[in-house]
C-alpha cells in the first residue's frame, strides 16, 4: 500500500501565495506519474497539473503561468507552488501518485487525504 500526505494548505488573500507539498511513504513502490487535482464545494474533482517521472509537467488552462508542479523522485515527494491566487483557487486539493508494487503489475493511482485551500477576495 502507497500512502500520501499532504500539507501547505491554508488561508490566503486574493494574490497571494501557498506551497503544497505531498510525499508517499510505503514500501517496494515505484511511482509514474504525480499530480494535483482539486474540488471546490458543490463541484466534481478536476486536474491541476500533472509531472512525469522524467519531470514533464502539464497543466490545466485555469492555473497556467500560476502554479508550478515539481517533484524529488529521490524522495517521493511532489509539490505545488501557487501564485497569484484567486478567490476561485478555493478548493480542497488532492495529491495523487501512480504506483506499482512490481515491474510485472500495472500503475495504480493512489491519493491523498486532501489539503483545504481558501482564498479569500
Known amino acids: 500500500q502507497v500512502q500520501l500526505v499532504e500539507s501547505g494548505g491554508g488561508l490566503v488573500q486574493a494574490g497571494g501565495s501557498l506551497r503544497l507539498s505531498c510525499a508517499a511513504s510505503?514500501?517496494?513502490?515505484?511511482?509514474?506519474?504525480m499530480g494535483w487535482y482539486r474540488q471546490a464545494p458543490g463541484k466534481q474533482r478536476e486536474w491541476v497539473a500533472t509531472i512525469t517521472r522524467g519531470g514533464s509537467t502539464t497543466y490545466a488552462d485555469s492555473v497556467r503561468g500560476r502554479f508550478t508542479i515539481s517533484r524529488d523522485n529521490a524522495k517521493n515527494t511532489v509539490a505545488l507552488q501557487m501564485n497569484s491566487l484567486k478567490p476561485e483557487d478555493t478548493a480542497v486539493y488532492y495529491c495523487?501518485?501512480?504506483?506499482?508494487?512490481?515491474?510485472?503489475?500495472?500503475?495504480?493511482?493512489?491519493w491523498g487525504q486532501g489539503t483545504q485551500v481558501t482564498v479569500s477576495s
Open positions: 495523487r501518485a501512480d504506483a506499482r508494487r512490481s515491474p510485472y503489475s500495472s500503475y495504480v493511482p493512489y
Open positions: 510505503g514500501s517496494d513502490f515505484s511511482i509514474n506519474a
